[in-house]
């Protein structure tokens, strides 16, 4: 499995389970708000809620859901204020992570993130030392039983995509994040509909996980962290094979 597809359909697996505690929406719901507070509510001038949306509707979140938190980070309705934080780490093999937070309460962020990082013997890293190493891609997941992979690609390619790569039972397509949209767009004007998409951090160099042991506490490890209520991301470059996460 190609690393930055194996991270995404690990999130996605993991966003269903999230998806049916109720847990993602909140998550999301927090990500529009300060989307909104920077952007402004017009998803078509604002790049950032635009992707979000998608993200929302792909997790099925309620349409009351997502205007309540659109009219909140308007302003429209009260509401608490949240801030961004990200902290950078190395887990078990020195895996790199980087964790984002958005919390009303900054010292409890830190302290559980900290908490956590002990419990699991991962030690953080100084600012900017582990981000380096990624970068912001978007990341489409497609179903290779519901297309044929020449017409994806012509259509991908055409609303300006960067690669598709087949990986086993699905078709993984990444772009530049300016063009995550108008690819999302191009897929469901012709009625294909993403397993998953969203704009992610996408490790350069994905470090191998070979061992059942290191990989069963790696993902441990990430599940205390998205666990949390102030964690919305986890992203890494750990490559655990497929095997291994089942």
Known sequence: MSGHSAWANIKH??????????????????????AVRIGGKDPSSNIT??????KARAANMPTDNI????????????????????????GS??????????????NRAAAEVRHTFTRFN????????????????????????KVEEDKLMEIVLEAGASDLVRDGDQFDITTDPA?????????????????SAEVS???????????????????????ALEDMEDVQNVYTNADIDAKLME
Do not use: C, W
């Open 13 to 34: 697996k993991k966003m269903a389970n999230d998806a049916k505690k109720g847990k993602i929406f909140s998550k999301i719901a927090k990500e529009i708000m300060i």
């Open 49 to 54: 809620l635009r992707t979000l949306l998608q």
């Open 67 to 90: 205007e309540r938190a659109v009219k909140r980070g308007a302003g429209e309705v009260e509401g608490e204020t949240f801030e961004e934080v990200v902290y950078e780490g190395y």
């Open 93 to 106: 093999g020195g895996v790199g992570l980087i964790v984002q937070v958005l919390t009303n309460n900054r």
């Open 122 to 145: 991962a030690s953080f890293a100084t600012q900017g030392s582990v981000m380096r190493s990624f970068q912001r891609k978007g990341v489409i997941l497609v179903d290779a039983a």
């Open 179 to 195: 063009q995550f949209n108008n690819v999302v767009d191009a897929l469901n004007k012709a009625n294909i509909h993403p397993v």
């Open 201 to 223: 951090l996408v490790a350069d160099i994905q470090m191998p996980v070979a061992d059942s042991d290191k990989a069963k506490q790696i993902m441990n490890f990430i599940d």
